[in-house]
T-cell receptor, first 116, second 113 residues
Framework: NAGVTQTPKFQVLKTGQSMTLQCAQDMNHNSMYWYRQDPGMGLRLIYYSASEGTTDKGEVPNGYNVSRLNKREFSLRLESAAPSQTSVYFC???????????????FGNGTRLTVT | GEDVEQSLFLSVREGDSSVINCTYTDSSSTYLYWYKQEPGAGLQLLTYIFSNMDMKQDQRLTVLLNKKDKHLSLRIADTQTGDSAIYFCAERGNAGNNRKLIWGLGTSLAVNP
């Protein structure tokens, strides 16, 4: 079982470039999430989608946009990358419908992004 | 606001027990989770406990919850080198719409042969 698949695994961007991080899950989960992980800061929620067709801001949404393309796919776009966006990005999914439900999160293996 | 705290590092010898501790501030917590992150990988759910339980055991893992002190611990019996990883504690509150998931910063467990 693939679970949550993220692409690419690694990416280097120059300041001002744009890119889209892709995420797909094959568990028929309703909710999907984008987190960033930084040393000393832990996991911070960027955006989440409680169900197909809905998206909501998390703690650190500035500089990002998301699209819930269908039930399986949730993409994260950086329109104009900045060095502060250098991070490891994780996509996750959960079975329930909503950020406030209790089913555990299943994570992808992450995208390591460096912005120079 | 809500907070979850963990010590950052723990070092144990192979075969010993490891105990990773976590404290949280939200008295309305419903579920508390332990996740494991191996190098270069995402987070993997290890176990979780509902707030009306004191203890949960799953093979080598024992979770203890002291709701009065808002203290959660994860005990790994017979720790192996494959247990070397970062362990995250997370809690979900139950305060109306504010049931978001709050993460600790993670405890890095080093298992020495």
């Amino acid at each position: 079982n693939a679970g949550v698949t993220q692409t690419p695994k690694f990416q280097v961007l120059k300041t001002g470039q744009s890119m889209t991080l892709q995420c797909a899950q094959d568990m028929n989960h309703n909710s999907m999430y984008w987190y960033r992980q930084d040393p000393g800061m832990g996991l911070r929620l960027i955006y989440y989608s409680a169900s197909e067709g809905t998206t909501d801001k998390g703690e650190v949404p500035n500089g990002y946009n998301v699209s819930r393309l269908n039930k399986r796919e949730f993409s994260l776009r950086l329109e104009s990358a900045a060095p502060s966006q250098t991070s490891v990005y994780f996509c996750a999914s959960s079975a329930g419908t909503g950020y406030w439900e209790n089913s555990p999160l299943h994570f992808g293996n992450g995208t390591r992004l460096t912005v120079t | 606001g809500e907070d979850v705290e963990q010590s950052l590092f723990l070092s144990v010898r192979e075969g010993d027990s490891s105990v990773i501790n976590c404290t949280y501030t939200d008295s309305s917590s419903t579920y508390l989770y332990w996740y494991k992150q191996e190098p270069g990988a995402g987070l993997q759910l290890l176990t979780y406990i509902f707030s009306n339980m004191d203890m949960k055991q799953d093979q080598r893992l024992t979770v203890l919850l002291n709701k009065k002190d808002k203290h959660l611990s994860l005990r790994i019996a017979d720790t192996q080198t494959g247990d070397s990883a970062i362990y995250f504690c997370a809690e979900r509150g139950n305060a109306g719409n504010n049931r978001k998931l709050i993460w600790g910063l993670g405890t890095s467990l080093a298992v020495n042969p």
